[in-house]
């Protein structure tokens, strides 16, 4: 998957120096990890890698904003010039012990979304499930989750079980988002209203069950970014690449004209 990225960044290069600084300051860049420890690996950010990529955003001249308060001030048309929102998947414990402190130094807001099993079982992705057992494996404990967001972390839900949500029955759908979100409610006393679709999928369908689930942000993993047409639950939002100079290419834009790959990924393409 990495190999992937690398060398989508290096095919859309020439394309991102044509359109530099025209698009990056008109909309809300959303960008997003998965977990931060030892090395990049996977799904794994290394600790090194993820201070660049901090510097990166910070050199560019991001105005980091929190989810809410980004989407909210896109809607309103007072988004300040490279508008970046920053979000984690999937629940791992080590954003809570490793990138929140990094992130809560530098004073740059976070959404971390939250699969609420995880808050009561002893949860273990599928995509994991190969990996010898090790602790960057581990997911953020209830408790855990309590501690950073009255620290100012942002949580939101990933749904109950991490399912490719087009798939599933309006009832099934139903309970994965209602429940996800009633769950982390009940846990941080405290409203949710933002969703993070399981690997990106998501359909017309799914967007209008979140939208009766009481969801008001909803993000997938379609690139590009943010205008004040985007609907807000269905924002754009790309990973980031290891390379910094990838990163840059994506601030600057070039992964709004790579749109037609990532339908190949809404109809079932493999991600996490
Ligand atoms: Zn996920």
Redesign the pocket.
């Known amino acids: 998957m990495r190999g992937g990225v690398r060398a989508v960044g290096t095919a859309a290069r020439p394309l991102a120096r044509a359109t530099r600084r025209i698009s990056a300051a008109r909309g809300l860049t959303i960008i997003g990890w998965h977990r931060v420890d030892g090395q990049s690996d996977g799904l794994s950010t290394g600790v090194d890698d993820f201070q660049r990529h901090l510097d990166t955003l910070d050199e560019w001249g991001a105005t980091v904003l929190p989810l809410d308060a980004a989407v909210a001030a896109l809607e309103a048309g007072t988004l300040p010039d490279r508008a970046v929102a920053l979000t984690f998947?999937?629940g791992y414990a080590s954003v809570v012990e490793t990138a929140w402190p990094i992130l809560r130094e530098r004073g740059l807001p976070t959404t971390l979304f939250v699969v609420s099993d995880s808050l009561t079982t002893d949860l273990r992705f599928a995509w994991d499930r190969h990996e010898p057992e090790h602790d960057r494996l581990r997911l953020a404990r209830p408790e855990e989750l309590v501690a950073a967001a009255a620290s100012g972390l942002d949580l939101g839900s990933?749904t109950v079980s991490?399912p490719w949500l087009p798939r599933l029955t309006p009832d099934e759908l139903k309970r994965e988002l209602v429940d996800s979100r009633v769950a982390l409610e009940e846990l941080l006393g405290r409203p949710v209203t933002s969703l993070?679709y399981?690997?990106g999928g998501w359909s017309p369908a799914v967007r209008a069950a979140a939208a009766d689930a009481g969801y008001d942000i909803a993000i997938t993993v379609d690139r590009g970014l943010n205008t004040r047409r985007t609907p807000h639950l269905s924002l754009r939002r790309a990973f980031v690449p290891t390379e910094p100079e990838d990163l840059r290419l994506l601030l600057d834009g070039a992964y709004t004209m790579l749109r037609p790959l990532d339908s190949w990924r809404r109809r079932g393409g493999p991600a996490?």
Request: glycine share 0%; hydrophobic share 25%; net charge negative.
């Open positions: 998947d999937d990933h991490h993070a399981p690997t996490w």
